[in-house]
């Protein structure tokens, strides 16, 4: 049981240039959330997902678009990635329901370390 | 808005000593969820421990317990017996269920704990 894998690891990019972080969870859970985490800031939720085919913007969503064409997969796109976006990105899902205090429980990636220079 | 605040950025504890980390957060909300999070060297996010709002009792696992304040919404983490695995960064989370929170969590900015021999 992988949980949640985030892919890749570690990425360099020039500013202008776009990419896109994968994050894979093998747990059927219907939420995924895209959080970036920056020095003395903790994580900051970018975009998040409630299910396959929806998205919805979190607290710093500007300069970044997600898709979840597939329930276990949640894409987050850079399309011109700019020096601000330097940052470590977490992915992290969960299951649906708030009834049942063992499932109030968000599973995270490694995370990815990006750097624009 | 929810908000969470941790006003320690860092705290050095002896092998073997106790250290408490505190968590403050703001909410409106009656029935929420607190978490606490590690985050060693590797970037993981690990969960410690976690906390529901309508329960009295306050949370322990092994070496780790959470003083839980409702009235003065106060949520802070207590590590006895220190090791030096312990070293880390800790989050504390506080996370809502309502229409429009769809289950986010909002993190603190993290306490540095550091663990000397």
């Known amino acids: 049981n992988a949980g949640v894998t985030q892919t890749p690891k570690f990425r360099v990019l020039k500013t202008g240039q776009s990419m896109t972080l994968l994050c894979a969870q093998d747990?059927?859970?219907?939420?995924m959330y895209w959080y970036r985490q920056d020095p003395g800031m903790g994580l900051r939720l970018i975009h998040y997902s409630v299910g396959e085919g929806t998205t919805a913007k979190g607290e710093v969503p500007d300069g970044y678009n997600v898709s979840r064409l597939k329930k276990q997969n949640f894409l987050l796109g850079l399309e011109s990635a700019a020096p601000s976006q330097t940052s470590v990105y977490f992915c992290?899902?969960?299951?649906?329901?708030?009834?049942?205090?063992?499932?109030?429980?968000?599973?995270f990636g490694a995370g990815t370390r990006l750097s624009v220079l | 808005a929810q908000t969470v605040t941790q006003s320690q950025p860092e705290m050095s504890v002896q092998e073997a000593e106790t250290v408490t980390l505190s968590c403050t957060y703001d909410?409106?909300?009656?029935?929420?969820?607190l978490f606490w999070y590690k985050q060693p060297p590797s970037r993981q996010m690990i969960l410690v421990i976690r906390q529901e709002a309508y329960k009295q009792q306050n949370a322990t696992e092994n070496r780790f317990s959470v003083n839980f304040q409702k009235a003065a919404k106060s949520f802070s983490l207590k590590i006895s017996d220190s090791q030096l695995g312990d070293a880390a960064m800790y989050f504390c989370a506080y996370r809502w269920w309502t229409t429009d929170s769809w289950g986010k969590l909002q993190f603190g900015a993290g306490t540095q704990v550091v663990v000397t021999p």
């Open positions: 747990m059927n859970h219907e939420y």
């Open positions: 909410t409106s909300e009656s029935d929420y969820y």
């Open positions: 992290a899902s969960s299951y649906m329901t708030a009834l049942e205090p063992i499932r109030n429980i968000q599973y």
